[in-house]
């Protein structure tokens, strides 16, 4: 593409590229922040043993919430049987298994 049909381009679609580019980074950054706070707690629970299936529920449902949101918001096209597809598969099973975690914990005891 040529210089003039890309600028048409920009001004139609009326995007602003560093825009969305510092906002994903301010987002990943800080969802990266929260997980590696909550597996920094999780491992001094599990040190000084106490119960720390709250804690792990929270971690894995989380990281479950992460990769789906960028399986949502990272890709175009949207196929099943796709990159994408699995992604949301996994987060799916991260997001059941960090509930069930969260539901042990409050059950009591293992």
């Given at each position: 593409?040529?210089?003039?049909?890309?600028?048409?381009?920009?001004?139609?679609?009326?995007?602003?590229?560093?825009?969305?580019?510092?906002?994903?980074?301010?987002?990943?950054?800080?969802?990266?922040?929260?997980l590696i706070s909550i597996a920094i707690i999780t491992l001094l629970k599990i040190i000084f043993n106490q119960n720390y299936?709250?804690?792990?529920?929270?971690?894995?449902?989380?990281?479950?919430?992460?990769?789906?949101?960028?399986?949502?918001?990272?890709?175009?096209?949207?196929?099943?049987?796709?990159?994408?597809?699995?992604?949301?598969?996994?987060?799916?099973?991260?997001?059941?298994?960090?509930?069930?975690?969260?539901?042990?914990?409050?059950?009591?005891?293992?």
């Amino acid at each position: 593409m040529d210089k003039e049909k890309i600028l048409k381009k920009a001004q139609h679609d009326k995007q602003d590229e560093r825009k969305n580019q510092l906002n994903d980074f301010s987002i990943g950054t800080t969802g990266a922040f929260l997980l590696i706070s909550i597996a920094i707690i999780t491992l001094l629970k599990i040190i000084f043993n106490q119960n720390y299936l709250d804690m792990l529920g929270l971690l894995v449902a989380g990281i479950g919430a992460y990769i789906f949101g960028y399986a949502a918001f990272g890709f175009q096209k949207s196929n099943f049987f796709s990159k994408q597809g699995a992604l949301y598969v996994v987060s799916g099973f991260l997001m059941v298994a960090g509930i069930a975690l969260l539901n042990a914990y409050f059950q009591g005891p293992l």
